[in-house]
């Protein structure tokens, strides 16, 4: 799939964001006044803001009130629905533990239920499909959540949260690659089955339908080296988690070495968010004999 | 709405016959040359004379090898637009409800006045369908025809898909699947029409006819069979000319 | 149930009004229908009532509308202001553009009119061009056939009075086995895909015989991978086998051919190898019955087939045996020619066994008496369900001409000619060679031609030559070199005029033939002749006008410009007097007409032309009085009588109109064609639908529609006289001498059986050395080099890959997204590769005419046309490499002069990827038009 940046912006900083906003729900830190408004602050910038970089990849943007419509049916439309609720449920609570002062932890909760409700939503916006192989699996949702989670547990400081998050995350990351490498087999997709000429040989496309691009070569057909997503795999593996854990387990954390462990973590995660879209693979590929 | 209809009337679609398609383009051009100026918003050609034109287009044709050891390669065109799923993830992911299934017929459509150009719809398509328009930016897809089919203006001998009507080699049809009497249900009957990625459990409308077995360098064996039509009459030109005198003379 | 969906209106207004015209998309001449809305072209598709295309389209077609708002339209004349190449131009008047164009024309014709060169590439008004030129006087003018497809209609009409492509069509409702040799998804194309589609609904078998496995081929249910030029030895081999095992129709052979004809054997006679003809001039046969030769059509002759007769003190010998003691020689054994053809010897004899089993077993019988010339009646017509094809990769080789010989030799020995369930001739065909005209090339200044320019000699006193021996014409056609070059050789035109051999001309005026680009071979060297100056800085070629539609490579080497119409714009008639568009069972013609008016300044060619013509005063365009006798091309195809009763169009003659093939001219008849749909048809008699060259019904029917003006029935040719008048001549007889470098060739090429030869090319260069094959095809979506202008069409072919067998590729070690240089005795191009198994494993191809240069048709000059498509033409030369012998022969057929595309002898070799840019460049043209719009979305509007 093509790597766009706004899809990714988006699932990255809303991830982060609805994962603060988890910890903030909770209580966690017991936070008020000013402090209280700098977390929400951060919470709600890469929430909105994520949910802000969705829609630039929309081809008519204007009409993305009609988006909220389809909760029945459609995860995107869950998500949006879910997202708003949870920025409303959190910005009252919010509002009253800045402004007055009153922490109300049962809408707290329910912020909490709501935010990570819609990172989970967002999660089966790719889990759903069953053209993309590697994406249609449960390591998915629960990848999108221990992302949500530990990078809000960094966030809201919750370190020891954050260890034990960040190590489960980086292990359920390897392993979701492993699993992913596999995953279009497992499928049973080949351009032969694609085609249903398979029972005749081998089949290889002679020509395309067009010399040029399409819209399906550049949105699902993104082909990426080895070698190359090896080496992204490693740096993101390392920035996302190994290198926090240590530090987080072996030193002591003060702000700038907190900060510094965030930016390698936002690293590591853009860097994962990358590959999540530049590795999968849509079976469309397949009439383009490009895997 | 994006729910699907538990059932649909008619089951309209095509069956495109892969043992004839020449891959010659027509329906491919025919049905951009009717759908740019018909049901919704034009298909655009971006940078359409310059060093990387990219358009919309809703059906197109591929061309695949098929090589296997003992046979000579093999050449198959392969046209592809919507199969018009039964379970079409394209209409269920929608989030504004621009993507639906006629009851009536089953035809998918985009309500290009609801679609907010998410492209989702595209992704859950295994087919590759579906294709946003850069222009316009809603999504667009194959209306079966919608404005063709049912189309008053129209004589009814033509009230078919553009991309039916055009095709040279008759390689494409079109009928409603629901009726087991239908043209399309006997057609995919008999020749084993194929559903593409039943995998991905869309239940498409659309049924591709396979290839025929072809005859090939296998096949020298029937030699046997057709000896005795080339059983020599005579062994040298002088005996042949003596065989073709008697000939002659019987005529 | 959620279940919601909008209100759709399902019957929307289509059009404001449907216009019937003729598509012009490719040679198809398909009928459509053109959809205006707000007086703009909205949807173009196919008219059912048509008889070529019967409602379907091609995508060519359906992209009409592109071609028609074209941005690489020409818009008004021009006058070149830069240097020639540069595509620098002025727009003028079309006053100033006649004013310049006569003061070129009308000192050549009052002096040398021969100095004039007149020729037009793929238009489909040659009898009006023909008759132009004719009246202009110059020898000088063809068509494009010479590098087209002379080879197939020559071959056809000398051997059966008909041709493969637009004289005849297999029976498709009736065939059981049809083999098409060499043909790609050109011409013809949408009854082709039809016909197919009859065959596989039929169950009936489709063999495609074709080195590339694309298109028909790919659909046929077997598929012959021979390699290029070797078409006519598995024929031949395939008639061997056939002879051998008497599975040839002797009843047919006996009526209907010169089978039994006699043969004069005397190697000393001058009539050595002539047919024996009586007093009457009528061929004689020798008598079964009484042994004496006897006139063939005698009644109660029962000829003989084999033997030798002496007749006045020559020994004769019939045509038959003649052709079996050559055919059964075991250089024509499957086995000696199974390697050279790459085409193993059982599966030869396994496809000549189904030949004979589903002629000869499986052979269909209509309830329909006829009467054939003789007056003899018949009960019923039966037929011999095979069938034949063939198109360019037989006709494109210098043994082209006697490889489509062959193919006609065998449907000829099967009985399958002109029979249900065999090959069918489409009226004014079938046409014997002897009704057709002779070349004519004398001129005297001021005046017109002796006759035709084209035609179809019938001995060396037919040769275009003066009595020096020297060419008449430009291009040296109807020569010693190429005898029978009846399409001329427009390929030779621009290279000879450089050269000035025969002689230096003054004018270059061509239509619609982009001979700077694909439709030259060597077109570097081409646009070199054409930019060439002499010492004194003049141009070699001193005056070039050009008439095309679109900015073309060849635009930018004119010095007028005389813009045409798109097809939707103009009027033109597809005339019998021309290439015909009739069925089988109908004679039919067609019209173009404006369906919507020019926007620019432009006009139809063939108006222009006619214009031209008047002001010049050529006769024939002019009254007595010197006032134009036509204001336009409408008026032409309306008015202007070719025999009298007999003109362009043959529907709707004479005052009522209702003349079919003869009448009197008719002003209304344009606005009937139009209310007809754009076309005539007129149905054959059913007792006259088959065996026509003998049937008396058709040819009485013939006579009344005007095709012919008596009766014409004749004999099909196994046995070809007139090549052997040009042999005779080889061998030192008769006064006609040809020059001695020449006459082995002659011997050799003008047998008067088909033969076989390898194909010039590699008899000329070391096979070791360029081992491969290099052929081109047309794409289904493409014609020629007018697709990549239009937004739509170019978007499928934008660039075109060399495709390179398994073999080689493997060879190679070539990788997905690699180049190569393939290189020819003549020349280096860089080109991109494309693995592809389906192919013979000694032949590399490419898509035709998709490389463009920079500059040209309107496109951005990072078009992938101009960076990544490439030319094979540039690997081509006109001549064949140097012998050593001081001469230098030329590249093509040498009974016909046909150019040899296809003999082309390449090596390949990984090149660098680099730039990703195929070579060799060429600078680029200005263009006289501008760059099209960035973006577009046609349709918006409605």
């Known amino acids: 799939m093509h790597p766009a940046a706004s899809v990714i912006i988006f699932t990255s900083l809303s991830g982060l964001g609805f994962g603060l906003m988890f910890f903030l729900g909770l209580g966690k830190p017991d936070v008020s006044g000013g402090s209280a408004f700098v977390f929400f602050c951060i919470a709600y910038a890469l929430a909105v803001g994520g949910l802000l970089a969705s829609t630039f990849h929309l081809g008519n943007p204007q009409r993305a009130m009609k988006a909220f419509s389809q909760w029945r049916t459609s995860w995107l439309s869950r998500e949006g629905v879910v997202a708003v609720a949870a920025l409303l449920a959190m910005g009252v609570y919010a509002a009253l533990l800045i402004f007055v002062g009153i922490r109300v932890a049962p809408l707290g909760w329910l912020g909490s239920a709501l935010s990570i409700t819609a990172v989970y939503c967002t999660s089966m916006i790719y889990g759903q499909l069953k053209t993309v192989p590697r994406w249609n699996m449960t390591t998915t949702p629960i990848l999108f959540l221990l992302y949500a989670l530990s990078g809000g547990a960094l966030l809201a400081a919750q370190l020891p949260f954050a260890l034990l998050l960040l190590a489960i995350l980086t292990l359920v990351q390897i392993l979701s690659w492993m699993l992913g490498d596999l995953s279009f087999a497992l499928a049973g997709h080949n351009i032969e089955t694609a085609t249903g000429l398979g029972h005749l040989g081998k089949v290889r496309l002679l020509e395309s339908p067009h010399s040029g691009e399409n819209y399906l070569t550049r949105e699902m057909v993104h082909v990426i080296g080895r070698k190359h997503s090896f080496k992204l795999r490693v740096i993101a593996a390392l920035c996302l988690g190994v290198i926090p854990v240590v530090l987080l387990g072996l030193f002591q954390i003060n702000h700038l070495s907190a900060l510094l462990i965030i930016a390698l973590h936002v690293i590591g995660l853009f860097t994962s968010r990358w590959l999540f879209f530049a590795e999968a693979e849509h079976v469309v590929g397949l009439y383009y004999d490009k895997r | ?251 | ?942």
């Open chain 3, 1 to 942: 149930m959620n279940h919601h969906q909008p209100d759709l209106d399902t019957s929307p207004e289509v059009s404001d009004e449907i216009r019937k015209t003729t598509c012009y998309m490719c040679a198809c001449r398909c009928g459509i229908n053109v959809h205006l809305k707000d007086g703009k072209v909205k949807y173009i598709e196919g008219n059912r009532d048509h008889p070529i295309n019967k409602g379907v389209l091609c995508a060519k077609g359906s992209a009409g509308i592109m071609q028609h708002y074209s941005p690489a339209r020409l818009r008004a004349p021009m006058k070149r202001v830069g240097e020639r190449g540069e595509g620098k131009f002025e727009e003028i008047s079309w006053d100033e553009a006649f004013d310049i164009a006569a003061k070129h024309l009308a000192p050549i014709r009052e002096k040398a009119p021969h100095k004039l060169a007149f020729f037009t590439g793929r238009d489909q008004s040659q009898s009006l061009t023909s008759f132009w030129a004719q009246q202009f006087g110059t020898p000088n003018y063809a068509a494009h056939g010479g590098f087209c497809s002379v080879n197939m209609a020559a071959a056809g009409i000398y051997t059966m009075g008909g041709a493969f492509w637009e004289f005849g069509v297999p029976d498709w409702d009736r065939t059981k086995m049809f083999m098409i040799f060499g043909v790609a998804e050109d011409h013809d194309s949408n009854p082709i895909k039809m016909g197919l589609s009859k065959l596989k609904a039929r169950g009936a078998k489709i063999v495609g015989v074709n080195p590339v496995r694309t298109g028909y081929n790919a659909i046929a249910d077997e598929w012959v991978g021979i390699t290029p030029g070797t078409d006519g030895l598995f024929v031949l081999a395939m008639i061997h086998v056939l002879l051998k095992a008497g599975k040839v129709d002797l009843e047919y052979l006996m009526r209907y051919t010169n089978a039994p004809m006699l043969v004069n054997m005397d190697e000393a006679s001058d009539e050595h190898g002539l047919l024996l003809r009586d007093v009457q001039g009528q061929f004689m046969v020798q008598d079964r019955v009484t042994g004496k030769p006897a006139a063939f059509d005698k009644k109660g002759v029962k000829p003989v087939f084999t033997g030798e007769i002496t007749y006045q003190g020559t020994k004769y010998t019939p045509v038959f045996q003649l052709m079996t003691e050559k055919y059964l020689s075991d250089d024509y054994a499957p086995e000696a020619v199974a390697e050279r053809c790459g085409i193993s010897a059982d599966r030869i004899r396994r496809l000549a066994a189904e030949l004979a089993h589903v002629a000869f077993e499986q052979e269909i019988t209509i309830d329909q008496p006829w009467t054939d010339w003789k007056g003899e009646k018949h009960g019923t017509m039966t037929g011999r369900p095979v069938s034949f094809h063939a198109m360019r990769g037989i006709s494109a080789h210098s043994n082209g001409f006697q490889t489509c010989r062959a193919i006609h030799l065998l449907q000829i020995l099967l009985g399958s000619v002109e029979v249900p369930g065999g090959y069918r001739f489409k009226p004014p065909y079938p046409k014997p060679v002897g009704i057709h005209p002779t070349p004519h090339s004398y001129a005297t200044p001021g005046g017109p031609l002796n006759g035709p320019h084209l035609g179809f000699p019938t001995g060396p006193e037919d040769l275009a030559l003066n009595a020096s021996g020297t060419p008449i014409r430009i291009d040296k056609a109807f020569t010693w070199e190429n005898p029978l070059s009846a399409h001329g050789m427009m390929h030779m035109v621009i290279s000879n005029a450089h050269a000035g051999d025969p002689y230096k001309i003054d004018t270059l005026f061509m239509y619609m033939a982009n001979m700077s680009w694909n439709s030259s071979m060597n077109s570097r060297g081409v646009m070199d002749m054409l930019t060439d100056k002499d010492e004194d800085g003049n141009y070699v070629i001193p005056n070039i006008i050009y008439s095309d539609a679109y900015s073309s490579e060849m635009v930018a080497f004119a010095d007028l410009i005389l813009p045409d119409t798109t097809y939707l714009e103009r009027h033109d008639c597809i005339s019998l007097l021309d290439r015909p568009i009739s069925e089988a069972d109908a004679v039919c013609d067609s019209i173009r007409w404006p369906v919507v008016e020019p926007d620019r300044d432009v006009r139809g060619f063939q108006s222009a032309l006619i214009q031209l013509g008047s002001k010049l005063g050529l006769p024939g365009f002019v009254n007595e009085d010197g006032t134009a006798k036509y204001a336009d091309y409408a008026d032409y195809i309306v008015n202007h009588e070719r025999r009298p009763g007999v003109g362009p169009l043959a529907g709707f003659r004479g005052e009522d109109g209702k003349g079919k093939g003869r009448g009197a001219p008719n002003p209304e008849q344009i606005n009937k064609y139009i209310e007809n749909g754009g076309f005539w048809q007129d149905h054959i008699p059913d007792e006259a639908l088959f065996y026509k060259p003998w049937n008396k019904a058709y040819q009485d029917w013939a006579v009344e529609r005007g095709i012919f003006d008596k009766p014409a029935p004749y004999l099909f040719n196994i046995y070809v006289e007139p090549m052997q008048k040009f042999r005779l001549a080889a061998e030192g007889k008769g006064e006609l001498q040809p020059p001695d470098h020449l006459r082995a060739q002659l011997i050799e090429a003008m047998d008067p059986l088909p033969v076989w030869w390898p194909p010039y090319e590699e008899q000329g260069v070391d096979c070791d050395e360029y081992p491969l094959h290099a052929l081109t095809q047309r794409p289904a979506a493409m014609y020629h080099s007018w697709g990549s202008q239009n937004a739509w069409l170019r978007q499928i072919h934008g660039t075109n890959p060399l495709y390179v067998s398994g073999e080689v590729w493997r060879k190679h070690r070539f990788k997905e997204g690699d180049w190569a240089y393939l290189t020819s005795h003549h020349g280096k191009i860089k080109v991109p590769v494309v693995r592809m198994d389906a192919l013979n494993p000694h032949t590399v191809w490419t898509w035709n005419a998709i490389g463009k240069r920079k500059g040209a048709w309107a496109l951005d000059e990072n078009a992938p046309e101009t960076t990544k498509g490439f030319l094979l033409n540039h690997l081509i030369h006109e001549l064949l490499p140097s012998k050593g012998d001081g001469l230098r022969w030329s590249n093509s057929d040498p009974i016909t002069g046909q150019a040899a595309w296809y003999d082309l002898r390449v090596k390949i070799e990984k090149a660098p990827t680099e730039d990703g840019v195929s070579q060799p460049e060429t600078p680029a043209q200005t263009s006289p038009v501008g760059q099209g719009p960035k973006d577009i979305a046609y349709g918006e509007e409605f």
């Open chain 2, 1 to 251: 709405m994006t729910d699907l209809p538990t059932s649909t009337t008619k089951k309209l679609g095509l069956v495109i016959d892969l043992d004839i398609c020449v891959g010659c383009h027509a329906c491919v051009i025919n049905c951009k040359e009717w759908n740019t100026s018909n049901y919704g918003a034009p298909l655009s050609d971006i940078d359409a004379y310059g060093s990387n034109p990219v358009g919309t287009f809703l059906n197109r044709i591929h061309t695949y090898e098929v090589k296997s050891d003992d046979k000579l390669a093999q050449t198959v065109h392969f046209p592809k637009s919507c199969l018009h799923c039964e379970d079409a993830p394209c209409v269920t992911v929608c989030p504004t409800g621009a993507s639906y299934k006629r009851s009536e017929d089953g035809i998918v459509l985009v309500n290009e006045s609801d679609c907010i150009g998410c492209g989702l719809c595209a992704w859950a398509c295994p087919y590759g369908a579906r294709e946003l328009d850069a222009a316009e930016g809603v999504m667009k897809k194959c209306t079966l025809c919608v404005d063709r089919i049912y189309n008053e203006n129209l004589p009814e001998i033509d009230r078919e898909p553009a991309c039916v009507r055009t095709c040279p080699a008759n390689a494409r049809h079109f009928g409603d699947f629901a009726d087991p009497e239908s043209d399309v249900s006997r057609m995919s009957a008999a020749r084993g029409g194929m559903q593409l990625m039943p995998q991905q459990d869309t239940k498409p409308v659309n049924r591709y006819l396979p290839p025929r077995p072809k005859a090939d360098i296998q096949t020298d064996g029937d030699i046997d069979i057709l000896a005795p039509f080339l059983e020599p009459v005579a062994e040298t030109p002088k005996g042949l000319l003596g065989w073709l005198d008697k000939a002659l003379e019987a005529l």
